[in-house]
């Protein structure tokens, strides 16, 4: 028994008392406790998940505000969590309890792995904001985890970093939905003017209703304001001249004015808006209407297959990347070939910082349904067109009529 | 390779090809194909009860004839689903019923329970990804993983501390009453949809408890008994009333569990029809009813009367309150309204089902006098 064994234990409690704060500290203490006794591959890949599955949602999770839900449980969590703790001990860690299993004959021994699992359930339980029953789920990940590479049992690590894998990314899913983002540096000029409209980005209207009381005293007005100014600010930048003349030069005119009356009426029909795209398409390339139609159909269909969460990342890269659009329809080009598997994009849009996100999920929104055809359209799944699905529209619009300019 | 086992791995795959098939047709044809399927499905899934690959039982993989009926009684919950559904816009949510069941059937059958599980964490997974992808969904899509997963880990936990004591025995049977979903201690499942998900997986959960009982121990059979005992008469005080109707959906599961407890399989897989074919939102049909608050013909009523006569080999305190507990219940919580009506129910899907449960009702019995169980 190695002193991480202990401290283990310990730092569960931490993160039962404290919130998810702890949890890179009880993940590498955890991975230094696998690894005192052996070297085998086994201990290695239990402490690289461990240490995986507890310092990346803490860094995610700190790339937004405290949802600063109030919790209503008292300061007698920690100690269930310990009476538990200790029930556990005496029920499986003295040698009269551990006299006839085999490999512990005769030995008191802590274990260590079940009771920092045993902190993270009575976490997930008794806890009522999301950040810390992830904390909770993430510390059974790492005690069970532990568990298992002490009694060397393969099945019960794979499973484990299966469901850790699970529990991570279904998480980090919801929090991305549920809470806001951290505010970065006030703007300054032109430039620093679109970082806001990345932190509201990640919030989802439908869910200011839904989840509650809203922290902070943040109304949905509030939310709503930054989003319609930052539409505004979009719309103003359009309007100045592209930074590389070459590229402009080469992109159809009537797409870029098209655009601009686009993002000019956000809350415009999605019938007119679909009409006005195909009469723009027809001036562009007025020879070939199957291809309108497939234009037509292709942001539904998109939509259908994108998670929520790619929206809102679509949201976040329309408002970043609207001055350097170029650069987003170059992304395109190189892209394609990603976004042909809609799965993958889906996969990556969760995990990767929000500018990488955006790019590859908008680009993979825009083209990923266009092998697919006009048989890939369905009804909308959400019956309320908003607002981030006509920017992605527009989006997608702006880049495809580049697209094909640049062909001709 | 035989045809037996050439059969199992067909009955296996051919979910997953149904999804596959269900998800790529056009909208308007995919009800009647997914119905194709989900029939075939149900064909092989008896084509391997009778004729089981007997070289799998040398491999590692379960060859249990309670398992194998079980995983039949799955694919006719699949069926059911199929049939009661119109058509489905949404691609995902159309194959999803479809996937579940494939998951869960894989999971009933691994060499370990263990890979069992991870098999159900993949598929709540895929379940809650298709489920909160709405908008507003995210947080009741985050309360399913996490009452699934927290599940889950009390199994792992159980099965890692050593074999038949009383610690490990406890912390299975709570983690495995939380996977069955028994109201008021498992998942909140109130949606109209839930049925896509939760059927199948609280089936698995019910297979896997009884694979899992050699490593519980006397502890984890007690613990199950005492948490359906508990579910039982909670369902009978709750009355009719929303949260006794919630209760009155689980009635069959939390039967299944003390059938699992008292070493009743074949009861158990009695239930475990009835819960496939009418538990979940059918409750509220009045054949379903009637066959949730095990009533004859029907396979429920064979499996209460199976597991009181188990049970009063295993306590006869614990038998007399399971039939006032059982009484109280049909009294007290059953929906009223349409009760005695409809006897043959009017539907395609519920002829089926009734047919289904008065058929297994009768067959499951005698095939266990001929010694198929």
């Known amino acids: ?408 | 390779m035989t045809v037996p086992v050439f059969l199992a791995a067909l009955a296996f795959a051919w979910p997953l090809l149904g999804a596959a098939i269900v998800m790529a047709a056009p909208t308007p044809r995919s009800r009647e194909i997914a119905i194709w399927m989900a029939g075939a499905g149900c064909a092989l899934a008896v084509a391997v009860f009778l004729f089981p690959a007997t070289s799998a039982a040398a491999e590692g993989w379960d060859d249990d004839p309670v398992q194998r009926a079980g995983r039949v009684m799955l694919a006719f919950g699949l069926l059911l689903t199929v049939m009661e559904n119109g058509i489905l816009q949404d691609r995902l949510l159309r194959g999803l019923p479809h996937i579940s069941t494939a998951l869960t059937g894989l999971a009933c059958v691994a060499p370990d329970p263990i890979i069992g599980l991870g098999i159900l964490e993949a598929a709540l997974a895929y379940g809650v990804f298709v489920f909160s992808r709405p908008a507003g969904q995210a947080r009741a899509g985050w309360a399913l993983v996490r009452t699934g997963s927290v599940g889950i880990f009390l199994v792992l936990s159980g099965l890692l501390l050593p074999s038949g004591s009383a610690p490990a025995g406890l912390m299975m049977a709570c983690g495995l009453v939380m996977l069955a979903g028994l109201t008021p201690f498992g998942q909140s499942w109130r949606e109209e949809n839930d049925t896509y998900l939760f059927l199948p997986f609280a089936g698995a959960a019910l297979l896997l408890s009884m694979r899992l009982r050699v490593h519980g121990g006397e502890a984890f059979e007690t613990a199950l008994v005492a948490a359906g005992l508990a579910s039982v008469w909670l369902t009978a005080c709750a009355g009719r009333s929303d949260e006794g109707l919630r209760l009155f959906r689980t009635f069959p599961s939390a039967l299944a569990l003390m059938a699992v407890g008292a070493g009743a399989d074949v009861a158990a897989l009695l239930f475990l029809c009835g819960w496939c074919l009418a538990g979940g939102n059918r409750s509220g049909r009045s054949w379903a009813a009637r066959a949730l608050a095990c009533f004859p013909p029907g396979a429920p009523f064979v499996g209460c009367l199976l597991l009181l006569s188990m049970l009063s080999d295993w306590s006869w305190s614990v038998t007399v309150l399971t039939v006032a507990g059982i009484l109280c219940a049909v009294v007290r919580s059953v929906p009223v309204e349409g009760f005695t009506q409809d006897l043959w129910p009017e539907d395609a899907a519920g002829r089926v089902a009734c047919s289904v449960l008065v058929l297994t009702g009768f067959l499951v019995p005698l095939a266990m006098m001929l010694g198929a169980f």
């Not at chain 1, 202990?6 to 590498?28: Q, S």
């Not at chain 1, 200011?208 to 509030?222: D, H, I, N, Y």
């Open chain 1, 1 to 408: 028994m190695t002193l991480a064994v202990i401290l283990a234990p310990l730092l569960a409690l931490c993160v039962v008392a404290r919130g998810i704060g702890f949890l890179p500290a009880l993940g590498v203490v955890t991975a230094v406790a696998m690894l005192v006794d052996a070297r085998e591959p086994l201990q290695e890949f239990g402490a690289v998940c461990v240490v995986l599955f507890s310092v990346l949602p803490v860094w995610f999770v700190s790339r937004y505000q405290d949802d600063g839900a109030r919790e209503r449980t008292g300061p007698m969590v920690p100690f269930l969590a310990l009476g538990l703790m200790v029930i556990l001990q005496l029920a499986t860690g003295t040698p009269a309890a551990m006299g006839e299993a085999p490999g512990h004959a005769g030995a008191a021994y802590l274990p260590a792995g079940l009771c920092v699992a045993l902190a993270g359930l009575v976490a997930v339980t008794c806890r009522q904001a999301m950040v810390w029953q992830w904390a909770g789920l993430l510390a059974c990940v790492d005690g069970v985890m532990l568990s298992g590479v002490i009694e060397n049992q393969v099945m019960v690590v794979g499973v484990t970093a299966l469901a850790g894998c699970v529990v991570a990314l279904l998480g980090g899913m919801c929090v991305h939905r549920v809470m806001l983002r951290v505010a970065v540096a006030p703007a300054q000029d032109g430039a620093g003017a679109e970082r806001p409209s990345a932190q509201s980005a990640g919030f989802e209207l439908g869910d200011v209703e839904q989840t509650g009381p809203e922290p902070r005293g943040l109304g949905p007005e509030a939310v709503v304001a930054p989003r319609i100014w930052t539409e505004a600010e979009a719309a103003a930048e359009d309007e100045e001249p592209l930074p590389r003349p070459d590229k402009a030069a080469k992109k159809a005119v009537p797409s870029d004015g098209e655009a601009k009356a686009d993002v000019d009426q956000p809350p415009a029909g999605t019938g007119a808006l679909q009409d006005k795209r195909a009469s723009d398409a027809e001036t562009v390339a007025s020879d070939d209407d199957a291809e309108t139609v497939k234009q037509k159909d292709v942001p539904d269909a998109s939509h259908d297959t994108a998670k929520p969460t790619e929206t809102e990342s679509i949201e976040t890269g329309v408002m970043k990347t609207d001055p350097s659009e170029d650069a987003l329809s170059e992304d395109k080009a190189q892209d394609r070939k990603a976004g042909l598997n809609p799965a993958a994009p889906d996969a990556e849009a969760s995990e990767k910082i929000p500018e990488h996100t955006s790019d590859t999920a908008t680009s993979s929104a825009a083209d990923q349904p266009e092998p697919f055809g006009p048989e890939e359209k369905e009804p909308e799944a959400e019956p309320v067109p908003r607002t981030p699905e006509m920017i992605a529209r527009d989006v997608w619009l702006r880049g495809y009529l580049t697209e094909r300019g640049r062909d001709a």
